[in-house]
């Protein structure tokens, strides 16, 4: 990955941090973005510090303007993009506690607005950027296969998530991986689940080691990953 540059939405925490520290740790240059400023320069400060290669940007994937600002910044720092990680995402209230009976419109409105449409937006606005032999991945879980109890209107975003990345893999040249990382220790789960780092690999793995044409029908999973790694 040494000269590549990464971008990686939802870089301040969780999942996405992991992610921007594996690349790094692999020689990227890693464009780290997310809404809250201090958070993300923090997770570029900790790239850095470890010897790799990072900048912080704000931006928030609900926003097309700033979107377009973030891989324009990519794009001068790295001349091409090598790697998008579309990994922004919010969940509001307690995961596994949200029926879409009773969901708020509020609530189900910014599920979509950021969970799928700031996948659209991220993978729209990167594509003048990337290099020829580029990757994106996006972080689906479960939810194009099955529907677990409970996620509502979180569920039903991350189902159209999956449905935006597919339909870019077959309109556009570009490899996009899906992957499901399983349930992760995150502020999201109450640190209950896998360590972030195993949702890193996977998407380390997913984006560098595969052939293109294993990516177009499947999600990729942790079992995926440890079978062919281990």
């Known amino acids: 990955m040494d000269d590549a540059t ?3 939405t939802g870089a301040s925490r969780g999942i996405g941090r ?13 464009v780290c973005s997310a809404r809250d ?10 790239l850095r510090e470890e010897g790799g290669s990072a900048t912080a940007v704000r931006a928030d994937v609900r926003d097309e303007f700033d979107t377009e600002r973030l891989m324009e910044q990519a794009a001068r720092e790295g001349g091409t993009i090598d790697v998008v990680v579309a990994n922004a995402g919010v ?7 949200t029926p879409l009976p009773t969901s708020s ?9 950021t969970n799928a449409r700031g996948v659209f937006t991220t993978i729209r606005e990167a594509l003048p950027h990337l290099a020829d032999d ?6 689906v879980g479960p939810f194009s296969r099955r529907t677990p109890p409970g996620y509502g209107g979180y569920g039903v975003s991350k189902a159209a998530a999956d ?5 870019f893999a077959v309109e556009t040249d570009v490899p996009v991986a899906r992957f499901d990382p399983g349930q992760t220790a995150t502020e999201l789960t109450d640190r209950a689940g896998h360590d972030p780092a195993e949702a890193a690999e996977l998407c ?18 942790r079992s995926d990953w440890r079978e062919a790694t281990r």
């Open 6 to 8: 990464v971008v990686v």
């Open 18 to 30: 992991a992610i921007a520290e594996r690349f790094g740790a692999a020689g990227a240059h890693v």
């Open 37 to 46: 400023r201090d958070a993300v320069e923090a997770t570029a400060a900790v």
């Open 91 to 97: 969940y509001h209230g307690d995961p596994g506690e």
């Open 105 to 113: 419109y509020a609530a189900f409105d910014d599920h979509l607005r």
């Open 134 to 139: 580029a990757r994106i991945a996006v972080p």
């Open 163 to 167: 449905a935006v990345a597919r339909t």
């Open 204 to 221: 380390y793995w997913a984006t560098t080691a595969l052939a293109p044409d294993t990516l177009a029908d499947t999600v990729l999973t």
